[in-house]
């Protein structure tokens, strides 16, 4: 699946599709759309950090050659999902802490769901064991009409811009020293199994859900029914399903792709 690396690939494919529709851009145009796209100011911006991952690359540290630990952040409320970009917006002291050490692991942190939203602190026991690698892409100040309508933040509170990558299995949570740590392992999703007509089924039936229950969808890209990875369709529908936070959790959790979309399509159809 394509990321933000893959941002002058992206923009060729953007110019080519628009093409099609009698639409023509020019090559700096199609970068620029693509930058902001994926939550960069600018091209400058974004090209800076594909730059920057050029040159970490060799030494990344990888889960597939066993348990890598990384920063984590026990998350409230919501359940992240692969290939997501959504601020987040902290203000824990431990999470604070481990969004700085995150820029030492190449701006890579885990994403783990706590199970009771009223948890402060978090221990070992009380986060979900699957959860996703994300990426910081960008940190700000948050703005004053935010702190108006949460003014139950405690503290000074830090905008978070991620990016979802992949699941992971998070073998120990630690709560452990000034910020939250992840040991996790990879999880391999096998070949993407061919299911067009579930696909569809999906699609049809969200299409429904979703102008029942007034569900924004402009910004699905590509339309659920041209995809052919059932477990993408999956993920994209499930977070804009109203289910409880351990429903969804359970969906992330479900690793075949296949069994993950029959899952969703059930909600659907209820």
């Known amino acids: 699946m394509r990321d933000f690396r893959d941002a002058k690939a992206m923009a060729q494919s953007l110019r080519e599709a628009l093409a099609t529709k009698s639409v023509t851009i020019s090559h700096s145009e199609s970068l620029e759309l693509i930058a902001k796209a994926l939550g960069?100011?600018?091209?400058?911006?974004?090209?800076?950090?594909?730059?920057?991952?050029a040159g970490e690359t060799s030494a990344r540290p990888s889960a597939k050659d066993g348990p890598l630990t990384l920063p984590a952040f026990p998350i409230r409320d919501m359940v992240p999902f692969p290939a997501m970009q959504f601020p987040l917006f902290i203000g824990r002291q431990k999470t604070v802490r481990a969004l700085t050490d995150a820029f030492a692991c190449r701006r890579e942190l885990v994403l783990a769901a706590q199970k009771a939203r009223d948890l402060d602190e978090p221990g070992p026991d009380d986060v979900y064991d699957v959860g996703v690698v994300a990426r910081v892409i960008d940190v700000g100040p948050?703005?004053?009409?935010?702190?108006?309508?949460?003014?139950?933040?405690?503290?000074?509170?830090?905008k978070v811009l991620l990016q979802t990558e992949r699941r992971v299995k998070v073998r120990r949570f630690s709560a452990e020293g000034d910020g939250y740590q992840a040991e996790i392992e990879e999880i391999d999703e096998g070949t993407i199994p061919n299911a067009p007509d579930l696909i569809q089924k999906a699609a049809t039936r969200f299409g429904d859900y979703s102008a029942?229950?007034?569900?924004?969808?402009?910004?699905?890209?590509?339309p659920l029914g041209q995809l052919h990875d059932p477990g993408r369709v999956a993920d994209v529908i499930a977070v804009r399903i109203h289910v409880p936070i351990s429903e969804r959790q359970a969906i992330l959790a479900t690793l075949d792709p296949v069994a993950r979309l029959q899952r969703v399509v059930v909600h659907l159809e209820a």
């Open 142 to 158: 948050v703005s004053s009409d935010w702190l108006a309508r949460h003014p139950e933040a405690k503290g000074d509170v830090t």
């Open 212 to 222: 029942a229950h007034d569900v924004p969808v402009a910004d699905i890209s590509p």
């Open 40 to 53: 960069t100011a600018d091209w400058n911006t974004l090209s800076a950090s594909i730059t920057q991952e």
